[in-house]
């Protein structure tokens, strides 16, 4: 029996102990108004930093790679279209878009930003502004201030972002200054353009090189090919009657014919080359120019609220779950203490009862009773 009942009670405590839904939705129904309140005081607290962060401004700047610029995109296209195919020309923006992401974020791109100064202009001139006094870095060396800067710009200045569907590469820079968020966009532009021209151009002068080099030895094969078939000409001006002669002439002829193909080919890429090597224009198309934003952009500010008010959130919850488990828990003691009292009340009256029982009975035989 007395295994049965502590089975019972043993699988009914675990019930008793658990919280339900419906348990959560009444403490918060009836913990509402500290929630609320302490809601309340996290935006509160939240909306005196706010209010003293300074105003951001955010310019924007968009360009387009352009893919079919590069030799080995156009010339697989090419190929591709003789024999009948299309390459699809969304992955090769794409890859060219996630190229200049990866590029603006590089430590070339950002020292060209940080070590000269920026050009700012304002209602009095043109001033060069330092970004390491500006932004107020703090470092032991030059170099230390230098790599905190470019941190500090692509973690909270310089953003990138490329559409999904057309490639097209959105840059944005935010500062607490129009003027300041502009040029630094335009500078950033300038940077790709000079990376992209020194870049080609460095490459097409090796590719020149060897175009140069390789073309001279296929016009020395050539002439000597030609020899050859003079030689044989000269040698044999009837062999149309013998098989031989005849196959021979037309090996010859074929080694020319071949040679010639590969002179005129490779002459082709030295004189592209060549033009490559002198090209100063960007392979990037601009969309919208960094200008400087008239409006101030509300996000940092807003981020602050809404981080005030989540804190103020939780802690609510968890002042409401707080004074639930007090409350709980003094209820608890006063009815363990209530069980306390009567335990000891029978255990008190059971001690007496045993004392009195223990008691000798009086003897008949007594001459006092």
């Given at each position: 029996m007395d295994s049965e009942v502590t089975h019972?009670?043993?699988?009914?405590?675990?019930?008793?102990?658990?919280?339900?839904?419906?348990?959560?939705?009444?403490?918060?129904?009836?913990?509402?108004?500290?929630?609320?309140?302490?809601?309340?005081?996290?935006?509160?607290?939240?909306?005196?930093p706010a209010l003293r962060t300074p105003l951001e401004?955010?310019?924007?700047?968009?360009?387009?790679?352009?893919?079919?610029?590069?030799?080995?995109?156009?010339?697989?296209?090419?190929?591709?279209?003789?024999?009948?195919?299309?390459?699809?020309?969304?992955?090769?923006?794409?890859?060219?878009?996630?190229?200049y992401q990866n590029l603006l974020q590089s430590r070339e791109i950002l020292s060209g930003v940080v070590t000269p100064g920026i050009e700012v202009v304002t209602p009095t001139g043109v001033t060069t502004v330092d970004l390491v006094d500006r932004f107020e870095i703090e470092g032991e060396t030059s170099e230390e201030q230098h790599e905190?800067?470019?941190r500090y710009l692509t973690e909270s200045v310089i953003s990138v972002s490329i559409g999904r569907e057309t490639g097209v590469v959105t840059v944005s820079v935010r500062t607490d200054d129009p003027g300041l968020s502009a040029a630094i966009g335009r500078?950033?532009?300038?940077?790709?353009?000079?990376?992209?021209?020194?870049?080609?151009?460095?490459?097409?002068?090796?590719?020149?090189?060897?175009?140069?080099?390789?073309?001279g030895q296929l016009r020395l094969e050539l002439s000597t090919s030609e020899d050859l078939l003079k030689e044989f000409l000269v040698e044999n001006r009837q062999f149309d009657n013998s098989p031989q002669l005849t196959f021979e002439h037309e090996r010859l002829g074929r080694q020319v014919a071949m040679r010639q193909e590969l002179v005129?080919?490779?002459?082709?890429?030295?004189e592209q080359a060549r033009i490559d090597e002198v090209r100063?224009?960007?392979?990037?198309?601009?969309?919208?120019?960094p200008e400087p934003p008239a409006l101030p952009d509300p996000r940092g500010r807003r981020r602050k609220l809404i981080l005030g008010m989540t804190f103020g959130l939780m802690a609510g919850f968890g002042l409401a779950f707080i004074a639930e488990f007090g409350e709980r828990t003094r209820t608890e003691e006063s009815q363990a203490y209530g069980e306390l009292r009567e335990v000891l009340k029978d255990a008190k009256r059971g001690l007496f009862g045993l004392r009195r029982s223990k008691r000798p009975a009086p003897s008949p035989m007594d001459p006092n009773t």
């Open positions: 019972v009670h043993m699988g009914q405590v675990p019930d008793d102990d658990e919280i339900s839904l419906l348990n959560l939705a009444s403490v918060l129904l009836r913990r509402g108004g500290l929630i609320i309140l302490s809601t309340f005081a996290g935006a509160l607290i939240a909306l005196v401004y955010t310019a924007t700047t968009t360009f387009l790679p352009n893919a079919e610029g590069e030799t080995g995109f156009g010339g697989a296209a090419g190929l591709a279209q003789q024999f009948g195919f299309a390459l699809p020309r969304s992955g090769g923006f794409e890859r060219y878009s996630l190229f905190l800067t470019r500078r950033l532009l300038d940077l790709i353009a000079t990376f992209d021209v020194d870049t080609r151009q460095s490459q097409a002068s090796a590719e020149r090189g060897f175009a140069e080099e390789r073309l005129t080919a490779m002459a082709q890429a030295y100063n224009t960007s392979i990037i198309t601009v969309i919208d120019q």
